[in-house]
């Protein structure tokens, strides 16, 4: 199976910078895509942003496009979410997830993802 741990979330002012880790363990060969998705205090959860192995291709919701940043380190087996000029509507648990696959219109369904981290929780607040 495999294992996802996230970390790097915290409390921030808004304006401000955080990065998240998502750690990957156990069997990587069956998928292609790993998602960064959030769910604040009575909302569904959404996709925020993935990126695909196979060729780096990346997706991002429009609420976040031009500040955040998904990026790979694969010698790590980790991915990150930089995210920057924080508002208090970013705040939510923000949990990574590995999916066989992506497309334009449907890569951030939380059901086409397999394999969940615990999450980690960004608080973003005067």
């Known amino acids: 199976q495999v294992q996802l741990v996230e970390s790097g979330g915290g409390l921030v002012q808004p304006g401000g910078s955080l990065r998240l880790s998502c750690a990957i363990s156990?069997?990587?060969?069956?998928?292609?895509?790993i998602g960064w998705f959030r769910q604040a205090p009575g909302k569904e959860r959404e996709g925020v942003s993935c990126i695909k192995s196979s060729d780096g291709t990346t997706y991002y919701a429009d609420s976040v496009k031009g500040r955040f940043t998904i990026s790979r380190d694969n010698a790590k087996n980790t991915v990150y979410l930089q995210m920057n000029s924080l508002k208090p509507e970013d705040t939510a648990i923000y949990s990574c997830?590995?999916?066989?696959?992506?497309?334009?219109?449907?890569?951030?369904?939380?059901?086409?993802?397999?394999?969940w981290g615990q999450g980690t929780q960004v608080t973003v607040s005067s």
């Open positions: 156990g069997s990587t060969v069956h998928y292609d895509v």
């Open positions: 997830a590995t999916a066989p696959f992506a497309s334009d219109r449907y890569w951030g369904v939380p059901t086409l993802y397999d394999y």
